[in-house]
C-alpha cells in the first residue's frame, strides 16, 4: 500500500494552501484502499489539525515514513527527507537564480521531484494549478490599487473575508467609473481575472474598439497570444512555433499602454519571451497606465517594471518612471504594481479545494498504479539524477 504525506510548509513567508482537503481525505480514505494518507501537523495550514482528524484522517509531526509526499512551494533545503518523492512547486524549471542551491541539494539527496507546474496533456496544457484564484485575487488587487489612488471606489482586502462566496457579496453596489483595463493571457489566470471583470460588470470590447473609441463605462480588452505577438519576419502568429521559438516574435502591446488605465498581466514567460512593453516606453508620455496587478510575477519579466515581490500585508508598491526607482505606492510620477507571489493564500481554502480536485482527478490514480506520461514529464529528478527532458539544467544542477 503506498502512503501519501501532506507536509506541512517551511518556506517563509508561511504559505498556508494544502494539496488535499480533510474532505477530499475523508472521501479518497472511504473510496481507495490502494493508499492512505497522513498530514503532518502544522499551526499554519488553512485547514486545521482538528478538521482533519474529524474527516478520519491521521496526523503526525513525522511523516518519514510516507513513500510520496505532497506539499505546495519550495521545501526548505534541511527539512528534505533523502530518497523520498516529493510533489511540489520547485521554481527551477526556468533556472531560477534562488532555487539553484535547492536544486543542487535535491540532487545530493538522491531526491525524486515532479513538479506541479510541469504536469501537462499531451498538448502542453498544463494540468494542476492555483491559477484560477490567482487570477481572481490578483484582479481584485488591481482593482482596489486602481480605486485607492484615484478614490473612485474602495474595496476591502480579500483576506479578510471567509472565502471565495463572500468576496462576490462585497462587489454589490460597487460602481465603476469609466476606466479601460487590459487582461493578458488566456490559461487559468485569465479565467480568474474575466471572473472578476464580469462580477464588477466591466464590459469587453474588441481590441480594435478598445484602441480606437471612447466609451462612457468601464471596459476591458482579452488579449490573448496571437493579439500579443507576431513574428519579426511576416507578421504571422503560431502557439507551438511562438513557445519553440519566442525569440523570432515581437510583442504587439505597446499601442494598448496608450489605452490604458489598469493591466491586469497574466501571460506565459520565460526569459526569451519579448516583455509586453520596453523601460523607455514607460519612461514614455503616452505611456497611460496607472495600475498594474502582475499575476505572472517575473522580476524584470513580462512586465519589465517588475521590480520584486510585494507581499500580502503590503501588497502594492510604485515604480518611479524617471528614475524607475520602488517607492510608496499612490504617488504623482509612478506607477503602482501589484506583485504577490501567492495570492491564492488570500483564499487558501477555496484554492486548496480547487487544486485538490485536479489532483484527484489527473494525478493520484496514475501515481497509485505505478507512473503515467503525465507523471513521466513532469519528473524532473529520478533518485537525484535529472531525466531527459530536463538534461538542459545540468549545470544549474551541479552535475556538469
Same mark, same amino acid.
Given at each position: 500500500?503506498?502512503?501519501?504525506? =501532506?507536509i506541512k510548509e517551511g518556506k517563509i513567508p508561511a504559505d498556508n494552501r494544502v494539496a488535499l482537503t480533510p474532505a477530499q481525505?475523508?472521501?479518497?480514505?472511504?473510496?481507495?484502499?490502494? %493508499?492512505?494518507?497522513?498530514?503532518?501537523?502544522?499551526?499554519?495550514?488553512?485547514?486545521?489539525?482538528?478538521?482533519?482528524?474529524?474527516?478520519?484522517?491521521?496526523?503526525?509531526?513525522?511523516?518519514? !515514513?510516507?513513500?510520496?509526499?505532497? $506539499?505546495?512551494?519550495?521545501?526548505?533545503?534541511?527539512?528534505? #527527507?533523502?530518497?523520498?518523492?516529493?510533489? +511540489?512547486?520547485?521554481?527551477?524549471?526556468?533556472?531560477?537564480?534562488?532555487?539553484?542551491?535547492?536544486?543542487?541539494?535535491?540532487?545530493?539527496?538522491? @531526491?525524486?521531484?515532479?513538479?506541479?507546474?510541469?504536469?501537462?496533456?499531451?498538448?502542453?496544457?498544463?494540468?494542476?494549478?492555483?491559477? %484560477? %484564484?490567482?487570477?481572481?485575487?490578483?484582479?481584485?488587487?488591481?482593482?482596489?490599487?486602481?480605486?485607492?489612488?484615484?478614490?473612485? %471606489?474602495?474595496? $476591502?482586502? #480579500?483576506?479578510?473575508?471567509?472565502?471565495?462566496?463572500?468576496?462576490?457579496?462585497?462587489?454589490?453596489?460597487?460602481?465603476l467609473p469609466k476606466i479601460k483595463i487590459a487582461i493578458t493571457g488566456s490559461g487559468r489566470v485569465a479565467h480568474g481575472l474575466?471572473?472578476?471583470?464580469?462580477?464588477?460588470?466591466?464590459? !469587453? #470590447? !474588441?481590441?480594435?474598439?478598445? =484602441?480606437?473609441?471612447? +466609451?462612457?463605462?468601464?471596459?476591458?480588452?482579452?488579449?490573448?497570444?496571437?493579439?500579443?505577438?507576431?513574428?519579426?519576419?511576416? $507578421?504571422?502568429?503560431?502557439?507551438?512555433? +511562438?513557445?519553440?521559438?519566442?525569440?523570432?516574435?515581437?510583442?504587439?502591446?505597446?499601442?494598448?499602454?496608450?489605452?490604458?488605465?489598469?493591466?491586469?498581466?497574466?501571460?506565459?514567460?520565460?526569459?526569451?519571451?519579448?516583455?509586453?512593453?520596453?523601460? !523607455?516606453e514607460f519612461k514614455d508620455d503616452s505611456f497611460k497606465i496607472h495600475t498594474i496587478a502582475d499575476i505572472t510575477n517575473d522580476?524584470?519579466?513580462?512586465?519589465? @517594471?517588475?521590480?520584486?515581490?510585494?507581499?500580502?500585508?503590503?501588497? @502594492?508598491?510604485?515604480?518611479?518612471?524617471?528614475?524607475?526607482?520602488?517607492?510608496?505606492?499612490? =504617488?504623482?510620477?509612478?506607477?503602482?504594481?501589484?506583485?504577490?507571489?501567492?495570492?491564492?493564500?488570500? =483564499?487558501?481554502?477555496?484554492?486548496?479545494?480547487?487544486?485538490?480536485?485536479?489532483?484527484?482527478?489527473?494525478?493520484?490514480?496514475?501515481?497509485?498504479?505505478?507512473?503515467?506520461?503525465?507523471?513521466?514529464?513532469?519528473?524532473?529528478?529520478?533518485? $537525484?539524477?535529472?531525466?531527459?527532458?530536463?538534461?538542459?539544467?545540468?549545470?544549474?544542477?551541479?552535475?556538469?
Amino acid at each position: 500500500m503506498l502512503t501519501i504525506g =501532506l507536509i506541512k510548509e517551511g518556506k517563509i513567508p508561511a504559505d498556508n494552501r494544502v494539496a488535499l482537503t480533510p474532505a477530499q481525505c475523508k472521501w479518497l480514505n472511504k473510496n481507495s484502499t490502494d %493508499f492512505r494518507i497522513i498530514v503532518q501537523s502544522s499551526a499554519n495550514r488553512c485547514f486545521t489539525d482538528s478538521e482533519y482528524r474529524s474527516a478520519g484522517v491521521e496526523v503526525k509531526d513525522d511523516v518519514s !515514513e510516507c513513500d510520496v509526499l505532497f $506539499g505546495i512551494k519550495e521545501v526548505p533545503k534541511d527539512q528534505l #527527507v533523502p530518497g523520498k518523492t516529493y510533489f +511540489f512547486f520547485s521554481h527551477t524549471k526556468k533556472e531560477q537564480p534562488h532555487n539553484k542551491s535547492l536544486m543542487r541539494e535535491m540532487v545530493k539527496k538522491k @531526491i525524486t521531484l515532479i513538479d506541479y507546474e510541469c504536469l501537462t496533456h499531451d498538448d502542453g496544457q498544463r494540468i494542476i494549478g492555483f491559477g %484560477f %484564484f490567482a487570477g481572481v485575487v490578483g484582479a481584485h488587487n488591481g482593482m482596489m490599487a486602481y480605486g485607492n489612488r484615484t478614490g473612485a %471606489f474602495k474595496l $476591502g482586502r #480579500v483576506h479578510e473575508v471567509k472565502d471565495y462566496r463572500h468576496l462576490i457579496h462585497t462587489y454589490f453596489g460597487i460602481r465603476l467609473p469609466k476606466i479601460k483595463i487590459a487582461i493578458t493571457g488566456s490559461g487559468r489566470v485569465a479565467h480568474g481575472l474575466l471572473e472578476i471583470m464580469n462580477l464588477l460588470g466591466v464590459n !469587453e #470590447v !474588441e481590441p480594435f474598439d478598445y =484602441l480606437h473609441r471612447c +466609451f462612457d463605462y468601464p471596459v476591458y480588452v482579452h488579449l490573448k497570444g496571437r493579439d500579443l505577438y507576431e513574428r519579426k519576419d511576416d $507578421g504571422t502568429y503560431n502557439r507551438d512555433n +511562438f513557445h519553440e521559438h519566442p525569440e523570432a516574435y515581437r510583442c504587439c502591446f505597446p499601442p494598448y499602454a496608450k489605452q490604458t488605465d489598469i493591466l491586469m498581466n497574466g501571460v506565459y514567460w520565460d526569459k526569451n519571451v519579448p516583455p509586453l512593453f520596453s523601460v !523607455e516606453e514607460f519612461k514614455d508620455d503616452s505611456f497611460k497606465i496607472h495600475t498594474i496587478a502582475d499575476i505572472t510575477n517575473d522580476t524584470h519579466g513580462s512586465v519589465p @517594471i517588475n521590480l520584486g515581490d510585494s507581499t500580502i500585508a503590503d501588497p @502594492i508598491y510604485g515604480v518611479n518612471k524617471v528614475t524607475l526607482e520602488k517607492t510608496a505606492p499612490y =504617488l504623482p510620477g509612478s506607477v503602482d504594481l501589484v506583485a504577490i507571489g501567492n495570492l491564492p493564500n488570500e =483564499l487558501p481554502r477555496d484554492a486548496s479545494r480547487y487544486f485538490g480536485e485536479q489532483l484527484i482527478k489527473f494525478v493520484l490514480d496514475d501515481l497509485v498504479k505505478g507512473g503515467s506520461e503525465i507523471i513521466s514529464r513532469a519528473t524532473m529528478l529520478k533518485n $537525484g539524477i535529472l531525466t531527459e527532458e530536463y538534461k538542459y539544467l545540468e549545470e544549474y544542477a551541479g552535475v556538469k
